[in-house]
């Protein structure tokens, strides 16, 4: 059972990796309340009877605590599990909840909203994670756990570990504590920039991409050098062999930007490539073939009517 002394999860964002860290929490004895943006929202979820997680075809569901972001209680950890391009307005909804030396971790996508976020609740520890489990939703307040992966987390201005790892221990979320995270979010976001646009401008499976060997070792080559011109040597090295690894490995399947083109949502573009982009620009470094996929990818968006940022 819970221990009422523990300090409740606040999770906000119930999409595939909120909801899985939720139910994985909850059921390990941690106290956990999920924050819902609107009361019909609210209603919704509490008619449905709480979240079902799909683990190996069966179906369960949890019956969690829920709230709006108006609730009057002080927020003392808070997990923000939405997308990157609502972060910054998600967090500011609850800045006057946030109470002094509390801790949001942020499981964004990309780079650019963690310090849009840290930016609104000075109050806050911010710790930054990057997570390679796999989730889907397959229905209203359904999530399916496709398959086990691994959270790395971390704070680049305070390398010590928080003690809460133990609940994340306890509820079967395999992490580690990294004194290097941005150097992981730098290659993650270099492993997105190369593979997830050209998917989208071929319509194509990550597989697809192994015919067009030149065009991804040209993009390696310029996201190397961007990344050790922001001093991240580390996740510049040998990102070309990782980037083709991964897409042999993941050859049958659609990159996430994909799927959210097929499915006409919005993308997180803006976080991914926009940002690399952004800051080789203010570095004033020249990358010619990183700059045209942007605009190609920008051009393609605007086709389909989706939002270009």
Known sequence: MSDSNA????????????????????????????????PQRLAAYRRAGGLSLVEQGQAR???????????????????????????????????PRLAGGAEVILLQNGLGSQDA?????????CILASSTEGAFRDGAWRVVFAGHGHTWLGDPLD?????????????GIAHDWSLDILARLWRKLALNCAINPLTVLYDCRNGGLLQ?????????????????????????SALHDEVQRVIQATAANYSSMH???????????????????????????????????????????????????
């Open 7 to 38: 300090t409740t999860w606040h999770i906000l964002g119930a999409g595939s990796l909120g909801s899985l860290w939720a139910v994985r929490l909850a059921r390990a004895g941690v106290p956990v309340r999920l924050i819902l943006r609107t």
């Open 61 to 95: 569901r949890y019956s969690l605590d829920a709230e709006t972001a108006a609730a009057p209680a002080p927020i003392r950890r808070l997990l923000l599990a939405c997308k990157a391009y609502d972060a910054e307005d998600a967090v500011a909804s609850l800045a």
């Open 117 to 125: 976020v840290a930016a609104r609740v000075p109050q806050a520890r």
């Open 159 to 171: 390398l010590a570990a928080p003690a809460w790892l133990a609940d994340l221990q306890r509820a």
């Open 212 to 236: 067009h060997p030149a065009e991804v070792a040209t993009l390696c080559g310029e996201l190397a050098e961007l990344l050790r011109c922001c001093g991240q040597p580390d996740a510049a």
């Open 259 to 309: 799927q959210d083109v097929a499915l006409g949502r919005r993308t997180e573009i803006a976080y991914l490539l926009g940002h690399a982009c952004a800051t080789a620009r203010r570095h004033r470094l020249l990358l010619p073939h990183l700059e045209a996929l942007h605009q190609r990818l920008l051009r393609h968006l605007a086709e389909r009517g989706l939002p270009r940022h």
